[in-house]
Structure formats: C-alpha cells, structure tokens
C-alpha cells in the first residue's frame, strides 16, 4: 500500500478525536440526540480547522447502522464513508464544479431515495467558488429539499457566499486551534509513529501551523522526510528559513538600543541565509505582543513566546507606548509586502526607522525616578532631560541684556521691582502695600509711554532666585488654585507644580500613555479635533489626581493649551481618556528644565514637602 499522508491518516473518526472545536461538535451532537437535524448547514472558519472531517463525521452519525447520532466505524456505512465510496455521501468541489450545470445535475440527483443509508448528504466543499447562477439554482432546492436530504457546505470565505444561501442555513463558525492543542496532537502522533522530536521543535512546527491541524501534520510529514525518526530543533530553522528564539530576542535588543551597525549586518546575514521576511516579522510581532502584555500585567503565565527574565531584560530599555508604535509599524508592513517588489529592502527600511524612531519617548525608569525624591537616579533623569544648555544659557544672556537696555529708558523701579523670592509671599504682599505709586500726570504723554514700556518690561520672563532656606513644608502656600495673565492664560505657582511632583502617581502615568494613541478617534471631532494634533506634540511632564502637567518644545501649542478659552475643552477631552476629570496645564521644555532644577535643589536640602501631607495641591496650606 502507498505511503498515506499523516492528516489523512489521523483524520478524526469519532467526534471525540475533534481538537478545538468542541463549541461546534456539542451542538451537533445535542442535535443528533434529540432528533432535530437541520436540512442545510454551513461550516466557515480557516483552513486546516476540522469543517471537512466534522461533515463526515455528521455523515456517519446520520447513517451508522446502530442508530442516529452513533459512530462505530465498523458497519459498512461507517466504512465506506470513511473511504470515500459511499453512494449516498457525495463530496463536491465547488471550485472545479462552480458552473450552473453541475448544480442542476445535483438537483435532479436530489429527488431518488438514498440508496445504502438512511439520508444522502452532499458535502460541497469552497461553497464560495460558485457562480451567481449556481447560487440562485440551488436556491429553491436548498430551502425546500427531499426530506431524506442534508446539504453541507464549507467555505474559507463567508463573506463571498449569497446572503439568501447564509439565511437558508445553520452556520457553524470554526476557529482557529490553540497551539497548546496542536502540539499535544503531535506528541500524540509521534508517539505512535515512534518518531523523536524536541519540544521545542514541537512548539516551532504549532506556531508555523497558525491554527490549522492540516498545516501541522503537513509540516510534520516534510520534517520525516527530510531527517527521519530524530527531528531536531535546528532543523525545522534550517528547512523553513527562520531564525531561533534566542536569535529574535538578541535582534530586538539591537532595535531597542538603536545599534543600527548591528541590525545592518544581522538582517543581511538573514536575508543571504533565505531567512523567510514575512514569517520573521510575524516572530517579531508576537515577541513585541508578549512584551506588551507582560508590561501591563505583570503576570509572566500570559508570555507564549519568550521567558520572564527575556522580558524583564528587553522591557528596561522601552515602555508600553513605544511597544505599541513598534507594534502597529510592524503590522503595517505585514500589509505593505504584497505591494512591494523588493520585501527585503523595503523591510530594511522598516527596521532601520523603528531603530531611528526610538529616542523621546520616556521610559518606565524615567517615570519611577520622578516620583522618588532622593534616589541617585535622579541626577541622571535631569541630566538627560536638560537638553541643549549652551542654548539656554545664551537665551538667558540676551533676556538679560535687553532688560538692562529697557531699564536704563525707565524712571526708577518702584521699590518691589528690587527683589523677588518665590516662596516668600508673604513679604511681597507687605512690600507692595508700602508701595509708593505716584501719581499720573494726564497731560504728560511721554510720562504714559514710559509707565506702558515699564509694564510690558515687567511682563517679561525674569531669572528667579531661589531662597532655599525659605522653603519650609509647614509654610508652603500659594497665591490662588490657578490665576489668568493679561493674555488671558492659565498660570500655575511653583508651588503648585512642586507638589504635583511629589505627590505624581506612577501607575496613572503609565495608564495614560498606554491610552495616549485613543486620541486619533477624536481627530475628526469638529468639538475637539483641533487640540489632538497639538497633545500629541507632547509628552507628559508630571501627573497627581489633582494635575496634569505636559511639555512641549512648541510654544505656540503651551499657549493654546493654557488659553482660558480652549483649556476646558483639553480638560473635557483628557477626561474622555482617562473617565475622570483632571485639570490640565502646559509648560514648555525650558520651563521643565527649570522646574527639575528647583525639585532637585530642594530635594537635596529636604526642602520637599511630605506627600503623606499633601492633600488639595491647590489649598494654601498642607
């Protein structure tokens, strides 16, 4: 006899044998017990998923010589269905029989008694292969047909078949089987054929399969062939093009630290090894996928493709955002390759832009540092986020010069322009009420210029001095919850801000950037559509359950933000994110590079508030 393919061989014979589809096999079954088996059904689902064996199995229920709803496989209706040669089970495909006359031949067919069994059963197999016309022929005959008839169709694409055919029938929706159960049927199977293979051979073979008990047994009978009875783990590399698991992890960690050298040289070793591309941007998706789940569950029994120690290593050089955008590139260019002519090269591109992209984005470390006052990270987190300091200090070099330029066209300052300290408000008060104001002289219109000039000078932004030694918990206070400017813009004290700092909860930060990409649903709102492109220009700064502080390097986007007029309606839209209702606030990336300054310089002469004291980061006292 001729040596018979594995998925044939171990083709399910009772429903018993059924792997993954045990939603499908119950209903069945319920149905052949209480007798109400339906005229016509549908089987859709992917290949390789068990429709064609379970309509054969239906078969042999229905005909078995002990009864309906028995599989014995010894009576002769069992054995001729399972060969193939019983008259009244007749399997059709549709793909080389899709014109309109093989259907009316099966409609004449339709009307003579089964011959052997008690129901005759046509299994048409790729339903969807047929023509408008044999559609609309079958139609009449699958809705009313002889009452000893069953008709059966599978089909890998529903969505191609006649709605009024659909609606004629019992459809049954067929799944994808879980590796799990795909590589415990292999063990099985090698067992019995006394074949040796690795675990992880086994686990490789489930994963190419994607679901499909076929595609597995398939893969497994090309493995034999090619290394006999000792099925190794390399081989299964070698035969399908693809690269081991640790290979794809030690590539990842190249993406992630932006080694471009290394990713150049790797990903041509690959390409000149004839590694299959789309297969490896599949590994690396489901790696990326583990790493994301691992990331916000923390629970390592979720990762199917990598170890927990793989994942924390890889996880301290990103954060769930950027594992997303990694993500959603990947499954871009999964749906890009049918429209390239060159995959290699265009992959190339892909990998190099996911290394170059990998930069501003915070990682979880940065997020842990901001809210732990003393750790000696901290010098680091600010170190890399004082960017550009030979800049800075020149901006604040000409600031300065122009106001002593200003100054020298003023009369002299009033007396509470001479001083300034930012947590001593209490002594700006008194000053300001000694004020000496003299009085305007209506007619002196140069007199006017100059009290205009002073006021816009004074509007200007000032270096400010801080007072460490002033700084004392139990006096922290603040003017007011949030102030409006002469352009109309919400201002927050350094007070305020320092306390926000102190008092930020890490896991809401991550909460928020793991929603961040949500904005792109509001994009089109004609309500809030104009502020998304603006917060996705930034990046989170600080948040407590009282503020969110962002930052930016735009200072037109700080400006409309902060807008009295348009801040309830960044407020209202962080809430739709977030289900809770936040005040919001911008700052630019100077003013953080300032406000990290103050938190670090207070932080070193336990100047900081207690967070267990911090209630209303608003309210004048703690």
Known sequence: MSYQALYRKYRSKTFDEVYGQQHIVKTLQNALINNKIGHAYLFTGPRGTGKTSIARLLAKALNC?????????????????????????????????????????????????????RFKVYIIDEVHMLSNNAFNALLKTLEEPPEQVIFILATTEPYKVLPTIISRCQRFDFTKIEQSQIKARLEEI?????????????FEISSLADGGMRDALSILDELIAYCGNNIKYKDILNIFGIISKSEKIKFISYLLNQNGKEIINKYYQYSNNGIDIKHLNDDLINIFKDLLTYNISGNSSLLQYISKDDAKNLLKYTNSKKLNEIIQKLIEASSDFKNVSNINSYYELVLLNIASDFTSTQTLQDVEVAENELKPAIKEEIKTNLTNEDKKKEETVQIKETLIKEEEKLPAKPQYFETEKVYSTENTAKEEENQEVKPLQKDDSNNKSNIQESQTVTEEPKEKKVDLNSFHPIDYKEDKNKTINSNDLIKYSDNTIIKAIVKSSREEKVHLYELWNELDNYRFDRKYGLFVTKLQTTTIFTLCDQLLILQTNFETVVDDINSNKNNHLVVELIEKLINKKINVYAISLKEASRLQHLYYNLAQVNKLPKKDKIGDIFDETI
């Open 65 to 117: 010589e002990e009864g309906i709803g028995h599989i014995c496989n010894n009576c002769e209706n069992c054995k001729t269905i399972n060969s193939n040669s019983h008259p009244d089970v007749i399997e059709i495909d549709a793909a080389s029989n899709s014109r309109v006359e093989e259907i009316r031949n099966i409609i004449e067919q339709v009307r003579y008694a089964p011959i052997k069994g």
């Open 190 to 202: 090698c067992d019995n054929e006394n074949i040796k293979i690795d675990n992880d051979a086994l």
